[in-house]
Structures are given as C-alpha cells and as structure tokens.
C-alpha cells in the first residue's frame, strides 16, 4: 500500500504487505531528514534518518528514500505487521541563524489490518 | 528509566486558570523543546531552550511562559487558558542546538480545557 503525501492522510494495508508512506518537504535548504512513529497515547518514537548528502538508508525492515530533486521523502515499511499501526511523521531540518530547528509533516495513519 | 518525563500525563481545567506543565531530561542533553500537537495530530514547534537560554520563540501567546531551571528541566506555565489551548504538548530533547541530531520526545501532556 502507498500514501500520497498530504492529500491521504491514512493508509491501511494487510498484514504482511509491504507499506510506503511519503512525503513532500518545504525547504530546499533542509539537510537533514527523521521519520518519527507516533503510537496512540505516545510520544514520537525515533525510525529512521538520513541526510541530504544520501538518497538512500536502511534499518531494519525500513528504508527511507530522498529526492531532493522533487523535494519527497518516503518510508518504506517491510512485511508490514499489527505492531506498525500508528501514525507516521516526516520532519525536516533546517539550520537558521538560531540554529537548527525541526519542523514535522501533517502526518499519515497506517492502519494494518491483520 | 524514562529518558524525558513530563507531568502531567492528563490536566483538566476550567477556561481562565493557570496551569503548570513539568518536564524533565535525564539523557544529559543541552537543549529542550516544547511542541503542541493539535487535534488533528498537527506538531508545532513552541520554544527551545539551549543551556537554559531562549533560543526558538515561535508565534506563541505571552500567556505562555517557558522557564528552564536548569538544563535538565524546562517547564511550560500557562495563563488564562483558553479554549483553543486544548491540545496535547509534547516536551523533547537533543543533544545540542546548532547541529542535526533527532530529538526525543516525552509521553505528552494531554490539557482540556473546559
């Protein structure tokens, strides 16, 4: 199953599928990028990061993707399980005269149905 | 041991009170956060605190005070909350200001304001 930036806020898939949730960031000058995992009840939980000099970093059962071309960012969830459910920020980083500040993305629902 | 703790979990008030929400970070960090989720799982930025100096000041109401003690606590005190202060705030940390690092997050502070 695929998002589509901040037009479909949720995705629901089945158990075992593969999930990709993407992301359109603002600022050209952003160099540094972190998909957080927000469960019900909770704090953003840490995934994944990368840097604007890759395009490309894995963990385990994730992998992130950036374009700086198009300005996309996107999380790809591997054999998607129950545990996954939650609601999936993008955050982008940009370094001001104040030092850096992080600003989050509207944010997407994966439901995964079992 | 929770890394950052904020208190409050839940805090129910009228319209036109103050209120106090607590955080604190254990992680040894130099900079502290307050971020407000609104119902629609939006987070904004409110503050940073960097060694217990104002660094981010977002277009927040005067009736919003961060104080930092010191630089394991920042807390967050509200006057004559409003209606429209009902969200749930977050507090987070990094490890410093000025370069990319993630950040992390406490279990949030849920306020209803009534």
């Known amino acids: 199953g695929e998002s589509v930036g901040l037009h479909l806020p949720t995705l629901s898939v089945q158990e075992g599928d593969n999930s990709i949730i993407n992301c359109a960031y603002s600022?050209?000058?952003?160099?540094?990028f972190i998909w957080y995992k927000q469960e019900s009840g909770k704090g953003p939980q840490f995934i994944i990061d990368?840097?604007?000099?890759?395009d490309k970093r894995q963990g385990q059962r994730v992998t992130v993707l950036l374009n700086k071309t198009v300005k996309h960012l996107s999380l790809q969830i591997a054999a998607t399980q129950p545990g996954d459910s939650a609601v999936y920020f993008c955050a982008e980083n940009i370094m001001g005269t104040s030092g850096s500040r992080l600003t989050f993305g509207e944010g997407t629902q994966l439901t995964v149905n079992p | 041991d929770t890394a950052v703790s904020q208190t409050p979990k839940y805090l129910v008030t009228q319209m036109g009170n103050d209120k106090s929400i607590k955080c604190e970070q254990n992680?040894?960090?130099?900079?502290m956060y307050w971020y407000k989720q609104d119902s629609k799982k939006f987070l904004k930025i409110m503050f940073s605190?960097?060694?217990?100096?104002?660094?981010i000041n977002e277009t927040v109401p005067n009736r919003f005070s961060p104080k930092s003690p010191d630089k394991a606590h920042l807390n967050l005190h509200i006057n004559s909350l409003e209606l429209g202060d009902s969200a749930v705030y977050f507090c987070?940390?990094?490890?410093?200001?000025?370069?990319?690092?993630?950040?992390?997050f406490g279990s949030g502070t849920q306020l209803s304001v009534l």
């Open positions: 992680l040894g960090h130099d900079t």
């Open positions: 600022n050209s000058a952003s160099d540094y």
């Open positions: 987070a940390s990094s490890p410093r200001q000025i370069t990319n690092e993630k950040l992390f």
């Open positions: 990368i840097r604007s000099n890759m």
């Open positions: 605190y960097n060694n217990k100096e104002l660094i």
